[in-house]
Each structure stands twice: as C-alpha cells, then as structure tokens.
C-alpha cells in the first residue's frame, strides 16, 4: 500500500510544479506562518510530538514489563490489571503498544534518512552532471521504481535477512529512488538558470554551487516527501512484519503484533485492533505534517 | 483533440479490462450427483506433491491417505492398531535362507483409478513390487533410506514376498507397508504412463477418493471412487482447499463456506469453538513432540554443566501454556511414552533421576561453576512458524533469567530447516512426530545422523553419538518387551547427557460442522487429520 | 506515435534484462534450499540431494541464468521447483483474480473518489472539505491488511454479511462477486482517498486557472462552469493517473491476498519466496516487470495527449 502515495505525488509532480526561483529569507517566514496557521498540520505535529514523547518515556508509562512473560496467564481479556489484556505469552498488550511506538519512530526516521541522503545525492548528482552519469543513475533508479515498493522491500529483506538494522537498510534502499526523482527534476530545472550559470561562468566550483544553490532549492519538497515517506516507511515495516519478515522477538512491533493478534480476533480483538490503531495514528501524524508542509510550499494547491 | 483523448482512456481501461474478462473463462465445480460434497480447509498455501512417497506436509499426507491404501493399514481414527488394507491379513514372518521374509496376499479385484493416461485396471503384485521398490530409490522417494535392505518380490498376481536383509519387530516393519509414507501403494501404470513429474499433481491410486482436479494455490477435488473395495463412499466427493490463515478457516466454517477445517493448536481456541456452539472443535493424537536439542560438541554448550543449567532453567509447563491442556501434554523423554513403547513416563523419569524440573538457583551456580557466571549470549534463528517462534520466545524468557542472552532470527519456515541442518543454531527447538522409537531416536540421536558431519546426515542437531550401540541393538530385537526397555535405556542417556530436554507433545485440532460424521471414532491418527473414508457422512438438512 | 511506441519497447528490453538480472541473483543469494522444502523435514540428506541435482540446481550459476534467460527467450517460464507444475499455468490461474482485485478498486475508487474530490474542492474551506479532507487523510494513512482486518471483523466475524475466506471461481460469477466486496472495499477505498485528494488538487489548480475565471466573469453559472469545463478538464490527468494506481494495487494486493486468502499473484509471490521456489518467483517478478512496462506504456501515450507541452518526433 505504501508506495501509493509515492506514486501518486510523483504523477501529481507536473501540475504541482517546481519551485521557478530561489526562494528569499522572508518567504521562509512567511512559510513558517502558514504552516502554524495551518491547524491540521499543527495537530499533526502535537500528535508527532506525543506519540515521540510516549517513545522516549516508554519505561516509566508502561504499566507492565513488555518482555514479562507469563504464559499460564495468556490470552486473558482485559481487566485492571491487563487494560487491554495479554498477548499469546502472557505479556501485557498495553505495554507492548507502547513499546512499539519506538520501533516504529525508529525504523520511520532512520530508514527516511538512510533513503533521503542516498536517494538526494543520487538525484542531485545525475541531474548536475548530466551525461553517461545521469542515463545510468536515473536507468537504476527507474528500474527500482517500477516495482511496489512492498515488492522490493520483500526481495530485499529475503536476501538481507531478517532485523532491525536490516529492515531499516531495506526499507531505505527502498524509498532512496524515490528521493532520487524528487531531486533530480528541480536540479535539472535550477542547473538551466542564468544565475547557475553565471556562477559557473566566474569559476565557483561544482560542490558548492551544490551547496549554495542547488540542494536549498530542491530541500523544501524534499522535506514534504521526507515527512511522507516516513509515513510510507512506517507504513512498510508494519507490512512485512505482518507478513512474517520482522524485527527479532522478542521486540514488541505493530506489525507483528497484529500478525499475532489476527488468529485470536474473536477472542481478544485488542490484540490486534490497539496496534492497529496506534500504527494508523502515527502513519496519519505524519500524513498531517506532510500534507502541510505541501500548502505551505505549494501556493497553488492552496489557492 | 477532446475525442483522441476520450479514445486514449478507453483504450488504456480496455487493455486493462481484457486483461480481467480473460479469467472468465474458468472450469465450473462437477455435482457428485445427490450425495453431498465435503469441503475441507487444510493448513497449507498450496500442496507441496500429491505423490505419496514424497508426501511430507500434513497437507499432502491428508490426500494422500484418501487416495492410496497399504498393504496393512492404521485403523482410521485410532493408529495405535494396525489391520490389513491390501493384504488380506497381516502375515507373520518366516525364516527362509536365514533371512526374515513376510509374504502378503493381496486381495483381489481392487481397482486402480484412472488416470488422464490410463484407464481403470485392477492392482496386482507387480504394482506393489514397483511401488515399494520406488520407495527405495534416492530422487524417487523422501523415504528411501526406510526401504533400502529390503528385496521385494511378486510371487504370483495377488502374492508378494518381501525380504529383509536384517530381520524386525513387527513395531518396525509393519509402518514400512502401512499406508504412511513411503508404504503407501502407487499403480504403477499410471506413475509409468504420467511420468513421476506429472504424477506428483495428479496422483493415482487405490483408495476411497480418486484425484480429479489440481488449482494451483487453492484446491485439489476427490471424487468418489464407487469401485472401492470396502464399498462406494458416503460423500461424492471431498474438495480439499488450501488456506493458511487459520481466522479465514475458522470464518470460512461458521460462515457456512466450509464443513471441515485444520483448527488452531490451542486450548483456549479449543474451549471458545466449542462454547459458541454452532461448530465443533475436536483435539486427537497423534501428537506431535516438542524437545530442546542442544549441541553437546559446540562451546560452550560443550561443557555438560552449562548444558545442565539450561535444562534446569526450562519450566516445561510454560511451554506447555503455550497450547494448554489437553491439546498439550507433557513428555518426559524425546520419544512420547503416551504414544509408542519405548518412551519415558514421569515416574521412570523421576526414577532413573532425569525429571530436572525448574530450579533456577541451581541453575545459576551451575552456570558460575562451569566458568560463566554472568552467563553469555548465543545467536539463534528460529522459524516464524508459532510452534517454532513461540517456544524460542519462551525460552529466550527462561535463559535471560539465569543471565543467557538468545538472540533470535527469525526466519521463514523452509530456510530454518534448511539453516539447522548447516549446523547454524548450537540449540535447536524441534517439532516433530515419527511413528516409532527406533525412527525418532535414529534420526535425532544417532552418529550417522550427526547434521553436516554424519555419515548419513538427517536431523542430529545435538551432534550426540553416545547411544549408536543402543539403538542398534533395539533395531535388531525381535521381542517387542526388550526392543522397548532398550529404548528407555537409550532415552535415559540422552538426558543424562543432557542431549535434549523434552518439553512437551501437541495433539491435533480439528474443526468441524455437527452434520459431519467421520465414520469412526476419532483418537489419533497418524495422517495428522481426522481420516475421511468411505465411512465418512455429511447430513443434508 | 507508432514509431513512439515501439522506440519505448525497445528501450524497455534493457531495462527488463537488468530486472530480471537482478531477480535471479536476488533469489538465488537468499539463504534457503527449494530441495528442503520440497522435501520436508523427514528426508534425508540424500534425498536432498537426488532432488537438487533433479532441480538443475547444482549447475554452475553462469548455466542456470544461461539456462533461464534462454527458456525465457522462447516463452518458457519454466516448471515449479516444489510442484512441478508449469509456472504458466500458475499465473495464468491466479492472475485474473489479482487484476479482478485491481480492477474493482479502482473502479470504487473512482466512483467515490471523484465526486468527494469535486465536492471538497468547489465547497473549499467549508466543513465539507474539512470533513472530506481528514477522512481522505485517515484512508490513506490506513495499512491496507489492517483496514482488512477491520472489515472482516465487522463484516465476517460480527455481522456475517460477506464470506471473509477464498473465492469463487469466474464461472460462478455471482458468488464470485460475493468473494470479491471485502477484499475489493479494503483497496477500493483506500484508493479512493488518494483519487479524492488528488480530484480536489486537480480542481482546485483548474479552478483557478485563468478561462475558468473568464467563463465566471462571463457571467456563466458556476454549475455549468463546474460541469462543462472544470470538470472535463480535470477528468483527464486523474484518469491517467489511473496507471500509476494500478501498478501499487497490484503490489497492495499482496496483503490483500494475504490476508483474505484469496488466489492471486501476490499470494502466489509470497509463497514461492518462503518456500525458496527460484523458478516461480522469479518467473512471477518477469510478468510482475512485464505488467509495469505495458501500464507505462499506456500511461506515457495518455500523457501524451493531455499535456500538450509532451511531443515525441
């Protein structure tokens, strides 16, 4: 599922359009304004700001040790003890939702970073030099964007094997051609500019007119696609957890909780409907965010 | 331009729709006239083959005993007793040449189904001389190592002699020609006229239900088979239909979809079908049994003490909880004293002093004494198969406690087994049921089956030799009584090595609609589903 | 345009080899053995054996890929390694279901997807769009084996309205139909929040633009306005971005097939990946790479004709 809203900005990418010149100081503040008067992207942020806040401060919420198994006591309904009842070990469901914000936030943020930086430097590189560079990057990058992105991060995780570090390298590797398009266009369009040129012309060297001119303008809808994608990359984990590729146990997970859940809904449905709901919270903060950060950078969808 | 485009999208959803409309073409489901239709949901995603000596999933040992006989058979529903199938009775072997011989008649006019190449035609010696000699060859067989060492030959039409170059018991020879594995009995014009290939998808045999149609990924359908020798079968038919998510089985019976289903291994699911009431859950044998295998040559699992900490560290009752009584029960030998002879029950156990029940004081200065007192860690893979998953999950729980670290990997159920045979996890949880001592220690405890190492590598993970004399010696006892004290001797030394510690055995659960009836009574069955025979009734309204 | 067409197949065959390149090393380098699971856990190693040497699978790499690219060059997708069953057949099975799945949601999609779309963008800043924007929101942020879950909870478990396992076969198109609502509800609406969101974008963009201002200016009615040019407009990149919706349905119908037990490619992908079947997984990605191919394809010429600015000599 993930990949269809990837898909769907990249089509929406013409009638969006690119930014046509360098943005000034005061227009990032006026963005600023925009964005904090925009009142779902800032509940989207409050809602990113808790659910990181419960990450961080998970040992001392949880009412329960999510790794304490108990399994003569599995599968009980919920009660004041167990709020939301216990897992097929035993453990406390609460707790382990909660644990599994961090998992979530982890690979979410990692994996986005990892993909952004490869996926950007790729982009900006193809577009800035051009040539044999460009044909073969932006050949790769097509290739990998053909397939749906579960696809790819299934065929991934098989050869990599299972594991956090593992998912995060596969989910990034994932999303990286995605960043490598987003970047590119804009590069190519800023890399034809009089401004670009003229710098060139008085001898400022590649790596910076990277850096000053090139990368500041493709960074704004990289930010919006960033804060996307997390959501897509969240999204991601939950499903190939779902599907049986996941972090190693016993790390409560989303995903692998639902997997679990799913056999035992007609006897406690929490099991899989509260990781269900904290994973669809998280995935819609981030959506909030991004989606704000579109209007802020694009003033026609505001209109 | 308006109009080009409009052709454009018409053509882009046509090319899209033709794509859709090309699948309706499909074969409609074939009414067995008044008798009704089982339909039976097994725990698969698709079968692995239908050919009965490859036959190794419960998916296609389910098939293959409604398709195939043997010569002698497990009675339906209860597989501690075995009667003739084939055979008209169960033979007592001779001496001849110094070499045991066991001679069966066959009985005569049972028919062959027939086959996309071959007509119906009536099953002689010669198809039970091809057939269990097929058994015996490498790339035709999962099970020739158990028929090698074994001539077989046809004496006349419906008599065949089969001798052994090492004399058995009964308890091991009669699973050898029993409808099981490589027992069961192929004919041999259809597997000749297919090709093994093609055999393995459209199987041909004996039995109650013939083979008529394969979907790949979703159903294999039987039709009654109205020459069966015991008579024409009650069902028209049983459509076998592959669905691995237990929910979908369970909603597919309730939801009227479905009359019998693989259940879920667990009491609770158990206790919870039975009390909503509209369909019925039954819990049979046979079980299959749970044990720790620990690698007694890898350090430092080496050292006998660390090993024994681990074994005191394990509460087998928790892992039991994992499935709750009485789909589980606890075992306290490899071998489950409940199901064969040979196995321990918790008063010898206790008796010969290899109970080792939780003691996790002692299990931590046992640790300390062989050198680890603030433990160690080890890297483990494990399959996302719940049995497997859930007992590594208890376990890691178990050894944190006495400061061991497992760290799990989990992986996909086909490359754990394959990975555990490359020797890759110092302990191995494993899940199995094999139908005799001799077969469960043989495999699991024997020098020549030491993984990567052996002479014959099959599933020694715990790399033990220290019972090869034992088990021969037990495999070349005629006396059922000292073959099976033989076998408790080699149980005990496997745990006072501690080699392996036993945790417990899982029985089956099935669920069903009230209407059906099986025809017998059901207690275990070693085709790990509740046989359907020609017995075997569904009421209509 | 022909001439376009057939430079974009011919630029596609490079693409396809590294792809299926890629997918032969990819299978082959995941740890796991066919012959085990083939076998299952009673066999003996030389069993095993018999069998990978029957598999071809003990061939030096360099063969086998000459040996695929070969098979595949004539057509020949090759035989399951666990079944040995022609792959062909398989996916000539299963996928009728996975593009009757991505066929019905999309069309949900577009049945619901558009009008709230339009809707939210004409009532723009009203509770309407507000409403319509978050629900959109919450639907694409849903995980499509988790909105799954949920229907079948309500719909199968508590009121057992649809059946929640399998499917029908096409000759029973009825009870095919039946088979197919949940499944085809969990991505039909999830689809329909992204063409919600990106109909009221696309509206928005055209509403603003400068003839639909003149129309208004010339005194037109804002339903004509909204009906004869607005919405003619903005039909035509949503409907091209049809395509690209198709392509990640066929790669969400995996958990959609997942989790309703439902025959189709991705079921089939999955299975075939956990049981180490090289043969059919890798014949499955060539029809999955050939799938994508043919959708661009369509899509670039649809383009072709919306965007004037996009020319091919």
């Known amino acids: 599922m993930a990949n269809v809203a990837a898909n769907a900005e990249l089509a929406g990418q013409p009638t969006l359009g690119a930014p046509d010149a360098p943005r000034l100081i005061s227009q990032r503040e006026r963005a600023l304004r925009t964005f904090t008067s925009n009142r779902t992207a800032v509940l989207g942020v409050v809602m990113i700001l808790v659910i990181v806040l419960i990450a961080i401060a998970a040992p001392l919420l949880v009412p329960h040790d999510p790794l304490d198994q108990s399994v003569s006591n599995r599968l009980a309904p919920p009660d004041s003890e167990y709020l939301l009842g216990t897992d097929d070990k035993g453990r406390d469901i609460l707790s382990r939702v909660i644990f599994g914000a961090r998992i979530a936030l982890m690979v979410g943020v990692f994996s986005v970073a990892l993909g952004g930086a490869l996926g950007t430097a790729i982009g900006v590189v193809a577009g800035y030099f051009g040539g044999k560079v460009e044909s073969g990057l932006m050949r790769l990058t097509d290739v990998m964007l053909a397939f749906p992105d579960l696809i790819t991060g299934l065929l991934v995780l098989a050869v990599l094997g299972p594991g956090l570090e593992k998912m995060i390298l596969a989910i990034g590797l994932t999303i990286a051609p995605r960043f490598a398009r987003i970047a590119y266009g804009p590069t190519l369009a800023i890399k034809g500019k009089e401004f670009v040129e003229a710098a060139r012309s008085i001898g400022v060297k590649d790596g910076r007119l990277l850096r000053v001119h090139i990368l500041p303008n493709v960074g704004g809808d990289l930010l919006v696609y960033a804060s996307l994608w997390t959501a897509s990359a969240i999204r991601l984990e939950a499903s190939l957890s779902f599907i049986g590729l996941g972090v190693a146990p016993p790390t409560p997970t989303w995903g692998q909780m639902i997997r679990e859940g799913t056999v035992h809904l007609a006897l406690v449905p929490w099991y899989s409907l509260a990781p269900g709901l904290a994973l669809l919270a998280t995935v819609f903060a981030f959506n909030l965010v991004g989606d704000g950060l579109r209007d802020v950078l694009d003033p026609k969808a505001r209109a | ?541 | ?313």
């Open chain 2, 1 to 541: 331009m308006t109009r080009r485009r409009i052709v454009a999208i018409v053509l882009a959803m046509a090319v899209f729709m033709s794509g859709a409309l090309t699948g309706l073409v499909g074969s409609a489901t074939a009414q067995e006239g008044d008798r009704p239709v089982l339909r039976f949901a097994v725990n698969a995603a698709d079968l692995a083959s239908l050919d009965p000596h490859f036959a190794s999933g419960t998916q296609d040992r389910t098939v293959a005993d409604m398709v195939f006989n043997g010569l002698v058979r497990f009675v339906p529903g209860n597989s501690a007793e075995i009667e003739p199938d084939l055979a008209t009775e169960i033979p007592t072997p001779e001496e001849v040449d110094g070499k045991q011989v066991w001679t069966f008649t066959l009985r005569e006019g049972v028919m062959c189904h027939p086959s996309a190449e071959t007509e119906a035609y009536e099953l002689t010696a010669e198809d039970v001389v091809y057939s269990l000699q097929k058994s015996a060859v490498p790339d035709r067989s999962a099970y020739s190592r158990d028929y090698t060492g074994m001539t077989v030959e046809a004496v006349d039409d419906y008599t065949v002699a089969i001798t052994l170059d090492q004399p058995l018991s009964e308890t091991l020879f009669l699973p050898k020609v029993a409808n099981y594995s490589g027992g069961f009995i192929v004919c041999s014009q259809a597997v000749e006229a297919l090709g093994d290939e093609a055999f393995r998808t459209a199987p041909a045999g004996t039995g109650p239900f013939m083979f008529e149609s394969y979907t790949p990924q979703n159903s294999v359908v039987l039709t009654a088979n109205d020459d069966y020798f015991r008579g024409a079968p009650q069902l028209g038919g049983v459509e076998v239909r592959y669905i691995a998510d237990p929910s979908s089985r369970e909603l597919g019976l309730q939801g009227g979809e479905l009359d019998l289903a693989a259940g879920v291994n667990e009491a609770q699911w158990v206790d919870r079908i039975n009390a909503e009431g509209n369909i019925v859950a039954d819990v049979f044998g046979v079980a299959e049994a749970v044990w720790v295998n620990m690698n007694v040559t890898q350090e430092p699992l080496d050292d006998p003490l660390v090993r024994e900490a681990i074994a005191l560290a394990i509460n087998r009752e928790e892992h039991a909880a994992l499935r709750g009584e009485p789909v589980s029960e606890l075992i306290y030998s490899v071998v489950p004293a409940q199901l064969m002879p040979g196995g321990l029950t918790m008063e010898e156990a206790e008796e010969a002093g290899v109970l080792y029940q939780q003691d996790i004081e002692r299990a931590r200065e046992l640790l300390a004494e062989a050198g680890y007192p603030d433990g160690f860690s080890m890297d483990l893979i494990t399959s996302e198969m719940t049995d497997y998953a859930a007992n590594y999950e208890v376990l890691q729980a178990e050894l944190a406690e006495i400061g061991i670290t497992l760290n799990l990997t989990v992986v996909d159920h086909a490359t754990m087994h394959a990975q555990i045979r490359e020797d890759v996890n110092p302990i191995v949880i494993y899940v199995a049921f094999r139908p005799n001592a001799n077969v469960y220690l043989s495999q699991f405890f024997h020098s020549d089956a030491i993984v990567v190492e052996g002479e014959a590598p099959i599933t020694n993970f715990s790399h033990y030799s220290a019972i090869d004399d034992l088990i021969e010696q037990a495999r070349a006892e005629t006396d059922p009584e000292a073959q099976a004290e033989l076998w408790k001797q080699a149980n005990i030394q496997i745990l006072k090595d501690f080699a392996a510690y036993p945790l417990y055995m899982q029985n089956l659960v099935y669920a069903r609609v009230p209407e059906l009836d099986y025809g017998h009574e059901l207690v275990s069955s070693v085709a790990l589903y509740p046989q359907i025979t020609e017995m075997t009734t569904l009421a209509t309204e």
């Open chain 3, 1 to 313: 345009m022909l001439r376009h067409i057939a430079r974009r197949l011919l630029l596609a065959i490079p693409t396809l080899l590294a792809v299926f390149t890629i997918i032969f090393i990819i299978v082959r380098v995941a740890p796991g053995d066919p012959a085990t699971a083939a076998l299952g856990d009673y066999a003996s190693a030389e069993a095993v054996e018999a069998l990978r040497e029957r598999m071809g699978l003990n061939e030096p790499l360099w063969r086998q890929y000459v040996i695929f690219l070969g098979d595949l060059a004539r057509g020949d997708l090759g035989r399951s390694l666990i079944t040995e069953t022609p792959v062909i057949d398989q996916i000539a099975f299963v996928l009728p279901y996975t593009l009757e799945l991505a066929f019905a949601a999309t069309l949900i999609g577009l049945l619901l997807g558009i009008p709230t779309g339009v809707l939210t963008a004409v009532r723009r800043n009203s509770m309407t769009d507000y409403v319509g924007r978050a629900v959109s929101l919450v639907g694409l942020s849903f995980p499509a084996f988790y909105l799954g879950i949920l229907l079948i909870y309500f719909f199968a478990v508590r009121v057992r309205l649809f059946p929640s396992v399998g499917s029908a076969p096409f000759s029973e198109p009825a009870q095919n139909l039946h088979y197919l609502i949940l499944p085809a509800l969990t991505l039909g609406l999830i689809e329909t929040a992204y063409i919600a969101r990106m109909t009221r974008s696309v509206v928005l963009t055209i509403l603003s633009d400068d003839y639909i201002r003149t129309a208004r200016a010339k005194g037109l009615q804002e339903k004509v306005v909204l009906v004869r040019h607005a919405l003619r407009a903005a039909l035509i990149p949503i409907v091209s971005l049809v395509g690209i919706f198709a392509i990640s349905l066929i790669g969400s119908s995996v958990l959609v097939e997942e989790v309703f037990a439902r025959p189709g490619l991705g079921k089939l992908m999955v299975g075939a990946t956990k049981q180490k079947d090289y043969t059919t997984l890798q014949s499955i990605m060539v029809v999955y790479a050939l799938i994508i191919v043919v959708i661009n394809l369509i899509t670039d010429i649809v383009y072709t004709y919306v965007d004037p600015r996009v020319r091919y000599g």
